[in-house]
């Protein structure tokens, strides 16, 4: 079964925290993250889905973000949109 987590609006500095703790929370099985209601990410929280990607990489787990259009500006800026799949960005 794939985990689906949806992302908060703002993925800030504030937000940091508890996104490392769900995504903590599912490792071990496949990821999704939606992205759909994301208006903006931060550094932090952008290095935390990174760090992440390679983690369920190197379990040999699927980690999908997914509908990521809204922030891809902002992961564009901090050099990362290459890190994720554009087939994903609006589905």
Do not use: Y
């Amino acid at each position: 079964m794939i985990d689906v987590i949806t992302l908060p609006d703002k993925l800030d500095s504030g937000a940091a925290a508890g996104l490392l703790s769900t995504i903590k929370a599912a490792r071990g099985a496949p990821l999704t993250l939606d992205a759909s209601e994301s208006k903006s990410i931060g550094a932090i929280c952008a290095q935390i889905i990174v760090a992440a990607r390679s983690a369920w990489a190197t379990d040999g787990h699927a980690f999908v973000l997914t509908r990521w259009a809204s922030i891809a500006d902002d992961l564009r800026l901090l050099g990362l949109h290459d890190q994720f799949d554009e087939a994903n960005i609006s589905s």
